[in-house]
């Protein structure tokens, strides 16, 4: 199975940046996209950025202009550039990643253990 291993996560404070990394640490045959999404104690999970091919990325509209996702394709890897944090930006970051491990497999998504963001002075 395809390993995404999470790091960059920490505590900063108010307008603080942090710079997030998630790399499938086990080859796979083909990425077809990569993202990040986050969720809060007692908040549902919600998407952050979302990458796919060579399309644009898309970002929720509570980041936009403050977080900036960047791919590596040759390693398989994401980063999330997170600027001017704010404490509602506190929550566990989730990488995930969809792709196939062989040629003959189908598509699954999978997904990083996470790791916590804490914005706080």
């Known amino acids: 199975q395809v390993q995404l291993v999470e790091s960059g996560g920490g505590l900063v404070q108010p307008g603080g940046s942090l710079r997030l990394s998630c790399a499938a640490s086990r080859s796979i045959f083909s990425v077809n996209a990569m993202g990040w999404y986050r969720q809060a104690p007692g908040k549902q999970r919600e998407l952050v950025a979302f990458?796919?091919?060579?399309?644009?990325?898309n970002y929720a509209d509570s980041v936009k202009g403050r977080f900036t996702m960047s791919r590596d394709n040759a390693k398989n890897t994401a980063y999330l550039q997170m600027n001017s944090l704010k404490p509602e930006d506190t929550a566990v970051y989730y990488c995930t990643l969809t792709g196939i491990t062989s040629p003959t497999a189908t598509y699954n998504v999978y997904w990083g253990q996470g790791t916590q963001v804490t914005v706080s002075s």
């Open positions: 990458s796919t091919s060579g399309g644009s990325t």
